[in-house]
C-alpha cells in the first residue's frame, strides 16, 4: 500500500521495478527518477523563491543536462538558470519547464544496484565522485545530490535480450548478501562528496509478476522528505 501524496521521485523509482521488468541498461531510467526532485520541491514550496522562478519559468530541468557553453559529462537532472531568449518547454503533469540552462543551481545523480553489487561498486562510487566535479565546473556553487537505489531482495535475474542470469547465492551472490558491503562503501566514500545523499533501499526479484517493496518504506519517505526540506532551505541560501 502506498499513500495518495507519495512523492513523485518515490513513486518513479517503484515504478522502475513494480509490475515490469527492469532492464538495466536503459539508460534514462536515472533521468526519470531524478528529474522527480525537482516536481517534488515545487510541490512541498519550502523555498518561495525557487517555486516562483520555476511558475515565471526562471528556471527549468535542462533537457540535454548540461550547460550552454560548458562541456561536462551528462548528470541525470540538472537544475538551473534559462538561457535568455529561449523558451520553457512545459508538459502536462510538471510543474518544472525543461529548457537549456545557463547556469546549474541543484544537479541530481542516481544509479541503481540491483545485483552483482560489488563487481560494479568502484566504478559507481567514481561515477559518483565525477559527477561532482562536472556540476561544478559551472563555476558556480550547485547543489549537489545523489539517490542511490540498493536492492535487498532474496534472489534476482537479470535479462540480456532473450537470456536470463539468475543470482545462485554462491558464484553469483544474492543482492541481500552484497547490499551491506555496498551500502557500507556507498557511504563511506560516495557521500561526502555531495550535498544530500539518500539510499533508496528496496526489493526486487524482477520475476513476474515484479513484486517490488521498499525495505522500510515510512523511513525512506522520511529521509526523502528531510532531504527536500534541507534543500529548500540551503537554496535560499545559495541562491537569494
Not at 71 to 82: C, K, L, N, P, S
Not at 173 to 191: C, F
Not at 217 to 226: D, I, N
Amino acid at each position: 500500500m502506498y499513500l495518495q501524496d507519495e512523492y513523485a521521485l518515490l513513486k518513479t523509482f517503484r515504478e522502475l521495478f513494480q509490475n515490469v521488468q527492469y532492464f538495466h541498461r536503459k539508460s534514462t531510467l536515472g533521468d526519470q527518477v531524478a528529474m522527480q526532485l525537482y516536481e517534488d520541491l515545487v510541490v512541498l514550496n519550502k523555498s518561495a523563491k525557487l517555486t516562483q522562478r520555476v511558475h515565471k519559468h526562471e528556471r527549468v530541468v535542462n533537457l540535454k543536462n548540461t550547460m550552454i557553453g560548458k562541456q561536462a559529462r551528462r548528470g541525470d537532472g540538472t537544475f538551473g538558470e534559462i538561457v535568455p531568449t529561449s523558451i520553457a518547454i512545459t508538459e502536462k503533469g510538471f510543474f518544472v519547464g525543461r529548457g537549456p540552462v545557463a547556469t546549474i543551481e541543484i544537479g541530481a545523480e542516481t544509479k541503481i544496484l540491483a545485483k552483482a553489487m560489488i563487481k560494479q561498486i568502484d566504478r559507481v562510487i567514481g561515477d559518483l565522485e565525477r559527477q561532482v566535479t562536472q556540476f561544478k565546473k559551472s563555476g558556480g556553487n550547485p547543489i549537489c545530490v545523489a539517490f542511490v537505489g540498493l536492492n535487498f531482495a532474496q534472489q534476482y535475474t537479470s535479462y540480456e535480450g532473450e537470456r536470463e542470469f539468475q543470482t545462485d547465492g554462491k558464484k553469483h551472490k544474492h543482492p541481500s548478501q552484497e547490499a551491506p558491503e555496498a551500502e557500507r562503501r556507498l557511504l563511506q566514500k560516495a557521500r561526502p562528496a555531495f550535498d544530500e545523499f539518500q539510499l533508496l533501499k528496496f526489493k526486487a526479484s524482477n520475476v513476474e509478476p515484479y513484486p517490488f517493496e521498499w525495505l522500510d518504506y515510512e523511513q525512506t519517505r522520511m529521509e526523502y522528505g528531510a532531504l527536500l526540506t534541507r534543500i529548500s532551505r540551503e537554496y535560499d541560501r545559495r541562491f537569494p
